[in-house]
């Protein structure tokens, strides 16, 4: 059973299209996050939720929205995509924010052309 | 500050031992982490250590912690050609959990 999934692993779309990306953990965990990393590697975070509660919003455009249904999902739905959007975004969980280890998820590869 | 550094390239021979090496800025970090990512993969949790130890082994992993100056390193021994990968280190940046990363450093192992 994958702990960490997301879907889909790769989305090509067009400039100016509206995109989400899943997440989900089975991991029972409280807190969950999303990560971008861009072409040349380089891994930010993004977003982090708590109980369904944002805790970290990183200086990231508000065209970028995640939503929480439950603990256990963490989506990012991403509106009007530019160009620069293109990167491999990571989803992860952990139990604690604070203190404990953070699991990934397998990645999904964004292009936008 | 929020600032880990790492260098970017390593190449090594398989059998010998490999050492990565990272610098962080954050002196309140409670835990620091070690992840290995394959192409085209996720990101792998190799190893994690507390800020109050020194140092901590894992099978073939040896994570030394200098406090002082800040500095972490990873050592991988009789590496292999499947420890090719791209190895990041990450400090706990004590808010809600953020982790920050360092740039990557891609180890080659050559047969």
């Known amino acids: 059973d994958t702990a960490v999934s997301q879907t889909p692993k790769y989305l090509v779309t067009q400039m100016g299209n509206d995109k989400s990306i899943k997440c989900e953990q089975n991991l029972g965990h409280d807190t969950m996050y999303w990560y971008k990393q861009d072409s040349k590697k380089f891994l930010k975070i993004m977003f982090s939720y708590n109980n369904k509660e944002l805790i970290i919003n990183e200086t990231v455009p508000n065209r970028f929205s995640p939503k929480s249904p439950d603990k256990a999902h963490l989506n990012l739905h991403i509106n009007s995509l530019e160009l620069g959007d293109s990167a491999v975004y990571f989803c992860?969980?952990?139990?604690?924010?604070?203190?404990?280890?953070?699991?990934f998820g397998p990645g999904t590869r964004l292009t936008v052309l | 500050g929020e600032d880990v550094e790492q260098s970017l390239f390593l190449s090594v021979r398989e059998g010998d031992s490999s050492v990565i090496n990272c610098t962080y800025t954050?002196?309140?970090?409670?835990?620091l982490y070690w992840y290995k990512q394959e192409p085209g993969a996720g990101l792998q949790l190799l190893t994690y250590?507390?800020?109050?130890?020194d140092m901590k082994q894992d099978q073939r992993l040896t994570v030394l912690l200098n406090k002082k100056d800040k500095h972490l390193s990873l050592r991988i021994a009789d590496t292999q050609t499947g420890d090719s990968a791209i190895y990041f280190c990450?400090?706990?940046?004590?808010?809600?959990?953020?982790?920050?990363f360092g740039q990557g450093t891609e180890l080659s192992v050559k047969p």
């Open positions: 250590i507390f800020s109050n130890m």
């Open positions: 954050d002196s309140s970090s409670t835990y």
């Open positions: 992860a969980s952990s139990q604690e924010a604070v203190t404990d280890t953070q699991y």
């Open positions: 990450a400090e706990n940046y004590n808010q809600g959990g953020k982790l920050i």
